[in-house]
């Protein structure tokens, strides 16, 4: 079946701009999780979701960073004013529940020049 | 969450054992052993994961220590295809929750 996909797969975007990153999950997961993994070092816990509301986002770095998911499936990474240091792979998982077994997606790069 | 101790990179001969070592001496009552593997530009996978008993899929095994402060990672004959990265997360499955990821170890099979 459909595993989770991101779009876009790359984005370069200019300092100070804002981005959107998209996530869809495999289909009935009502647990969506978002990281984000930068250059050498293993992903690190941003916000997730259970069902349409945010359950724990305490791994957002600042108030720049917020994330959607109004209907309970996709949802959506936003980032404002973007700086250089948010360059790095943003990973969405989604589980059937939250104490079950996550499943990644391919990942979106983000290049802040 | 436990914090884990894993080697940073090992090294493995194509269609040999391999077996992949973490430490978590603070590991607590209901903290389950989960292990993920990143291949290169890829999101993480799951790989298998336990309590308390040695556990086996078609990956890999898992064995724990009977006093659940390590455990390993056994993949039974390499392939150049496992050549990841490979994290050991302990998470309390009664709550779930989200991962929190070390550096993992990075396996490196050599053909």
Same mark, same amino acid.
């Given at each position: 079946? +459909? ?11 200019? !300092?100070? !701009? ?36 945010? +359950? ?10 917020? +994330? ?9 990474? !936003? ?8 360059? +790095? ?25 | ?5 894993? $080697? ?6 194509? /269609?040999?054992?391999?077996?992949? $070592? ?28 336990? *309590? ?13 220590? /009977? ?5 390993? *990672? ?5 392939? *150049? ?28 099979? *050599?053909?």
């Amino acid at each position: 079946g +459909a595993g989770v996909s991101q779009t876009p797969s790359n984005k370069v975007t200019e !300092k100070g !701009k804002y981005v959107e990153l998209r996530c869809d999950p495999i289909s009935g997961h009502t647990a969506l999780y978002w990281y984000r993994q930068s250059l050498g070092q293993g992903p690190e816990f941003l916000i997730y979701f259970q069902g349409t509301g945010a +359950a724990d986002d305490s791994g957002l770095p600042n108030d720049r960073f917020f +994330a959607v998911r109004p209907e309970g499936s996709v949802s959506t990474l !936003k980032i404002q004013r973007t700086e250089r240091g948010d360059s +790095a792979v943003y990973l969405c998982a989604s589980s059937l529940v939250i104490t079950d077994t996550q499943y990644f997606g391919p990942g979106t790069r983000l290049t802040v020049l | 969450d436990a914090k884990t101790t894993q $080697p940073n990179s090992m090294e493995s001969n194509e /269609e040999e054992p391999v077996h992949l $070592p973490c430490n978590h001496s603070t590991i607590s009552g209901t903290d389950y052993i989960h292990w993920y593997r990143q291949l290169p530009s890829q999101g993480p996978e799951y790989v298998i994961h336990g *309590l308390t008993s040695n556990v086996n899929n078609r990956m890999a095994s898992l064995a724990i220590a /009977e006093d659940r402060k390590s455990s390993t *990672l056994i993949l039974h004959r390499a392939t *150049l295809r496992d050549a990841a990265v490979y994290y050991c997360i302990l998470r309390d499955d009664d709550y779930g929750q989200n991962f929190v990821f070390g550096p993992g170890t990075r396996l490196s099979v *050599l053909p």
